[in-house]
Each structure stands twice: as C-alpha cells, then as structure tokens.
C-alpha cells in the first residue's frame, strides 16, 4: 500500500513457479525506463535474471528499483483504475482485505 501493488499468476502449494517459457529469464533493463511515477508495469523478482511470472505496479516513483526490475509498460489510460486499487484496505501483511482482480 502506498507503493504498488503486485500481481500474476497465483502459485498453488507445491507448485514450481515457471515462466511461459519454461524456468526463470534474464532481466532486460533499459536506462530510458525508470520507476518514475505512478502505474509503472515491472516484472518482480527474486534477484537477478530470476523473472518468472509475477508483476508489479507502481503507485508512485520508486527509483530503488531502477536496474533491479525490468520496467515493461506504463498505464497510459485508466490511471483511475489505479487509484481505486490503491485505496482497498489492507491488512496487518499489507494483503488487500477484498480481492482484486483486473
């Protein structure tokens, strides 16, 4: 909350996590795309080269995560969208109280 929100495929108990293209793939970064702003689109990881298949958006600038996550795409329409994910209550893990789904 207050910084984004991730999201993706929701991995089952025992289940390995997997890109579409088989296990994880190396990061792609890019000096011209930046976390700079709200509705940024990155890929989450777990480290480097380790992108399988979850993701985040930004709320807001998040310059730490330069050249850590690779940035994809940014919200150009439906901004509001964002907004009204943002404000969904969350819990004490910072897990939103109601689930979303886009």
């Known amino acids: 909350r207050n910084f984004m929100i991730q999201g993706g495929k929701p991995s089952q108990k025992n289940e390995k996590e997997e890109s579409i293209f088989g296990g994880a793939f190396d990061d792609e970064f890019d000096d011209r795309l930046k976390h700079t702003g709200g509705g940024i ?3 989450a990881n777990a480290g480097e080269n380790t992108n399988k298949q979850q993701f985040f958006l930004t709320f807001k600038s998040a310059s730490h995560l330069d050249r850590k996550h690779s940035v994809f795409g940014r919200i150009v329409k439906g901004i509001d969208v ?4 943002e404000a969904v209550p969350t819990d004490r893990k910072d897990l939103p109280r ?5």
């Not at 964002?82 to 994910?85: D, F, N, Q, S």
């Not at 109601?98 to 886009?102: C, F, H, Q």
């Open 41 to 43: 689109l990155s890929m």
């Open 82 to 85: 964002l907004r009204t994910m």
């Open 98 to 102: 109601e689930e979303i789904k886009i």
